[in-house]
């Protein structure tokens, strides 16, 4: 039954059918399994089915965020059942995210944000068009593990720049981790101005977060 | 025609939605269903097909899409939409032959059609990408403008220092930078003698209304070309708007740019040749253009020359030809950068698919057009010979040689060399080629010679 449960959750988010992932949510709670498992072995198990395909361009991006918003009905019916501290203990971290001051540009960033969340990240998304100083606000106010910040050109990825310089100069470098992205941008742009990280692709930016976590953890 | 004060009318009162729903409740679901009504099957052994109905029903298909979601203007969270009286109007009424430059450069720039032998305009430089200085800026336009024969139009780049300075947007530093592009620009023409070539990309470096239009008042002509873009898909902003009410009200030539991803809302390939056509009558009746400039581009590749996208971009330009005589471009970015045999072959794909399908052409973004002083005027002028080579071509041969380039080339898009940069392979003080990439150029000409592209010298 509970292997069945947790199968019908992976399939909803595979299959995109959100009443589907309600019934087996549904379900889930009425059995008083693990919320958490359901999530693990389920949901999170789906949605890295449909990251894998959007990276291969097999399935485009309505569908991502129609696997998302699936994702997010289903964690509406599982999320109370869950205490604050297993929340806490599953949460993997906080990350500020949004294209920097000037550049509009931001479907790239978005699916990025969309593809933290699901993989179990706390995210501020704060849009495009972002002023250094807004980012640092909302790092602050949230207590962010992660300051992500996208670029699409030339003459806006020196913002990115601004923000590390201004967190040096402010003394909080070592309270954030920076990742950056962006089609300007590169690794050796990253190392130029001291992130943390860099991601080319969406998928690539969720395994550098997490790999920064970790570091940020161990540190 | 539905004035540009009326445009602005409905941007401010038309139907409200919020973003997310624009693109998720009305783009998406009527795309899909206008894909699926008008049979429109992407076919990946033919990536340019030579069926003329199927390109008639991408054109259908486009006229329902607009009619239907119209633009999304952003700031307002309203629709602009057009009945589809309003856009057959448009369509009859919109301008077929603008002319472009002064003096001597003064060109009308003509509607194509698929397999027309009208010869292409050559809109060339390096697609929008970042020159390291000034002093670099002046070198490589005054190459375009003295190396390029076939040139009708030139691209400036963006600038990334001006005196030592990195240049930021949305500071002061931009407004200083759009002014020396506009200076520099047309001193740079006049130096390669070609003083009334017109530059057709506005500033590159503007980011911003305001940058743009405080550079233009140091040397921008009503008769350049005013580049302004669109969003991803079917949007615009109140700057964008700002910046073409400013050029209307000074008679100049609005260039319209847009830019369909695959990948993104418009899906695969069928979604965004659908989609294409939608931005062309976007670019009449919105943004009230001359012109269209448009780049079908692959989402995780940032380049224009894979598979899928050249046939979204043949599809949709013989569906707009067929059907619209107002002008458009089709503007080009590689994967590979400059003085590899990958960019050239790139190139050429890209350049025969947009000609032979009836589109004039930009070229273009090397490297995808995102690494600094990653371009030469060798491969505009390859480009250009191309499209010229190719006037004329029947869309079938065409199709073979472009299945033959893609070969050569397509498995390396996600790994392709970012190429020389333009001091390392070009001689700045004669304005020369080095000799490597003088050989290299003439290997690859000889084997697109081969392949039956008559090229004039």
């Not at chain 2, 602005?8 to 783009?27: C, Q």
């Not at chain 2, 947009?354 to 390859?382: C, N, Q, W, Y």
Request: hydrophobic share 40%; charged share 25%.
């Amino acid at each position: 039954m509970k292997e069945q449960i947790f199968e019908d959750l992976f399939k909803a988010i595979v299959e995109l059918d959100r009443e589907k992932v309600q019934r087996a949510a549904n379900e889930l709670v009425r059995e008083k399994l693990n919320p958490l498992e359901g999530i693990e072995k389920g949901l999170s198990k789906g949605m890295e089915v449909i990251g894998d395909k959007f990276e291969r361009l097999e399935i485009y991006l309505p569908e991502l965020l129609m696997a998302a918003d699936i994702f997010n009905a289903a964690m509406e019916i599982l999320g109370p059942q869950i205490s604050a501290g297993e929340k806490n203990k599953i949460k993997k971290g906080t990350v500020v995210i949004g294209t920097v001051k000037g550049d509009i540009h931001e479907i790239g960033k978005d699916i990025v944000a969309m593809l933290l969340e699901t993989a179990g990240f706390a995210v501020h998304n704060l849009g495009k068009d972002v002023p250094a100083s807004t980012f640092l606000e909302e790092a602050e106010k949230v207590n962010a593990d992660i300051i992500a910040m996208s670029s699409l050109l030339t003459t806006t990825m020196e913002h990115q720049r601004e923000l590390i310089d201004i967190l040096k100069e402010r003394g909080k470098r070592d309270r954030y981790m920076v990742m950056i992205g962006g089609a300007p941008t590169s690794l050796a742009w990253a190392d130029e101005i001291g992130a943390d990280g860099y991601g080319e692709t969406a998928r690539d930016a969720v395994s550098v977060a997490l790999e920064l976590l970790s570091k940020k953890r161990n540190i | 025609m539905v004035s540009f004060m009326e445009v602005i009318n409905r941007a401010l009162t038309g139907p409200s939605y919020s973003e997310k729903d624009y693109n998720l409740k009305v783009f998406v679901p009527k795309l899909r269903e206008l894909v699926k009504k008008y049979e429109i099957k992407y076919d990946p052994e033919n990536p340019i097909p030579s069926d003329d109905d199927l390109a008639d029903r991408v054109f259908k298909a486009g006229v329902e899409l607009y009619a239907n979601v119209g633009t999304y203007c952003v700031d307002t969270g309203r629709i602009i939409q057009f009945t589809e009286e309003e856009i057959q109007e448009a369509l009859t009424t919109a301008p077929s032959s603008p002319v472009f430059g002064e003096g001597k450069d003064a060109k009308p720039l003509l509607a194509r059609k698929p397999e027309s032998t009208t010869p292409p305009w050559c809109f060339v430089g390096a697609g929008g990408a970042a020159v390291s200085n000034e002093e670099l800026f002046v070198n490589i336009l005054e190459a375009y403008a003295s190396f390029i024969p076939l040139a009708n139009s030139i691209t400036t780049p963006t600038i990334k220092t001006i005196s030592g300075k990195t240049v930021q947007a949305g500071t002061p530093l931009e407004i200083l930078a759009c002014i020396r592009s506009s200076v520099l620009a047309r001193e740079a023409l006049r130096r390669g003698g070609r003083p009334g070539l017109p530059i057709m990309n506005s500033i590159a470096t503007a980011v911003s209304d305001t940058a743009k239009i405080a550079g233009s008042q140091f040397g921008l002509r009503p008769s350049d070309g005013w580049l302004i873009g669109t969003m991803a898909e079917l949007k615009i902003n109140f700057e964008r708007l700002n910046e073409i009410a400013y050029v209307l009200s000074l008679g100049g030539h609005v260039v319209a740019e847009t830019a369909p991803i695959l990948g993104g809302y418009c899906g695969g390939p069928e979604g965004v040749a659908v989609t294409n056509v939608a931005y062309h009558l976007n670019c009449i009746l919105v943004m009230k253009g001359s012109a269209q400039l448009t780049f079908p581009i692959h989402f995780k590749y940032g380049c224009t020359t894979t598979r899928d996208v050249t046939w979204a971009v043949s599809i949709s330009s013989q569906a707009i030809s067929r059907n619209s005589h107002f002008p458009f471009f089709i503007l080009s970015y590689t994967a590979a950068g400059p003085m590899t045999e990958m960019c050239l072959y790139e190139l050429a794909e890209a350049v025969t698919t947009s000609v032979i399908s009836g589109a004039s052409i930009e070229f273009g973004g090397v490297a995808k057009a995102t690494a600094v002083d990653h371009f030469t005027p060798m491969e505009p002028r390859l480009a250009s010979e191309v499209a010229h080579g190719v006037a004329g071509m029947s869309r079938s041969q065409g199709n073979e040689i472009a299945k033959h380039l893609l070969t050569k080339y397509e498995e390396n898009i996600p790994d392709a060399p970012e190429g020389k940069k333009y001091k390392e392979c070009w001689d700045i003080y004669s304005k020369q080629p080095g000799r490597e990439y003088e050989e290299l150029y003439r290997k690859i000409k000889r084997e697109l010679a081969k392949l039956g592209i008559q090229f004039k010298s």
